[in-house]
């Protein structure tokens, strides 16, 4: 089963290709030289995607209602970083938002548990010392997962066993990922980011997201991203923000002392604050389930 789920991913016609606005985004990330007026003209040649930042940045959310008239105008209001992140929120939570609702686990509750993961790798980036861009934090975390849509798109029924067996024997979803498919959804998903060209260490991010000791990596390495990612999803399920189909996730407040050097009430992480966001992030980007999006899987 690994070999054909395995070879199907790896063939690149088989896989959604990554928007051309978002690789753009994605590459300015690391590129110093792209300043506001640059990342607005990129999302400006997008219509789709400018118009509908638009409509966000100037509703009651932002408290701009109306004012915001153009992209750019939009970067100077919002921060480089914030414009990014919405825009790269907008692109690819849409892009993945095909999916209907399934073995109990809704569309709403898998992006909460996706955007809390973003909000949380953004913050732990913000607040520590780890060498991790915030913008490249917020990404992985709102996509790491993300091989788990790809397993649920084109091997729905078997998807839905996995899903079930993990709840059903209480174990890992990446082991009953393993049992049925004989591959977890960190390994689909890096296959996706390879296929998208995405930097080398976001791969491995979302390659170990689930499959590593973080005493063993530095924060101060090319392995930063990993450890904010692992981390930012075990408190996302520990602070019980959304549902991402796993059922066991244990958190090791000691581990993640030694990783960051504090204690998540030390770094000012708190529950109540990150869910409020989530929820706000949830509803800005279009993706409750009353807003007509569906559930992952049945
Ligand atoms: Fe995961
Ligand atoms: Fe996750």
Redesign the pocket.
């Known amino acids: 089963m690994r070999h054909k789920v395995k070879k199907m991913f790896r063939n690149a016609d088989n896989l959604p290709s990554l928007p051309i606005v978002v690789q753009k985004i994605f590459a300015s990330i690391n590129d110093p030289s792209v300043g506001a007026k640059e990342l607005a003209r990129i999302v400006t040649n997008d219509q789709a995607l400018a118009s509908k930042v638009l409509k966000l940045v100037n509703s009651s959310f932002f408290g701009l209602r109306g004012k915001i008239q153009n992209i750019h105008h939009a970067v100077t209001m919002l921060g480089f970083s914030t414009l990014r992140q919405l825009c790269l929120g907008v692109s690819l939570t849409k892009y993945f938002n095909n999916l209907k609702s399934t073995a109990g686990l809704t569309g709403e509750e898998f992006w909460l548990?996706?955007i809390s993961?973003a909000i949380l790798s953004n913050r732990l980036a913000k607040v520590s010392s780890v060498e991790a861009d915030q913008d490249v934090c917020y990404t992985v975390g709102l996509i790491?997962?993300i091989g788990k849509l790809l397993l649920l798109q084109y091997h729905r029924d078997r998807y839905v066993e996995a899903l079930k067996k993990a709840r059903d024997e209480n174990i890992p979803l990446v082991q009953a990922e393993v049992d049925i498919f004989e591959v977890d959804h960190c390994a689909v998903g890096s296959w996706l980011y390879r296929n998208w060209k995405l930097p080398r260490e976001t791969r491995r991010a979302v390659k170990s997201?689930h499959n590593i000791n973080p005493d063993e990596i530095s924060p101060v390495s090319e392995d930063a991203l990993t450890g904010v990612v692992y981390f930012a999803?075990l408190i996302?399920h520990h602070f019980e923000i959304g549902n991402?189909g796993?059922p066991v996730s244990e958190f090791d407040e000691e581990k993640f002392r030694t990783f960051f050097g504090e204690s998540l009430e030390e770094m000012e992480i708190d529950r109540v604050k990150i869910e409020e966001e989530t929820m706000i992030s949830l509803e800005i980007l279009g993706l409750t389930d009353s807003a007509g999006k569906e559930t992952v899987g049945a």
């Open positions: 548990h996706s993961t790491h997962d997201h999803n996302s991402s796993n």
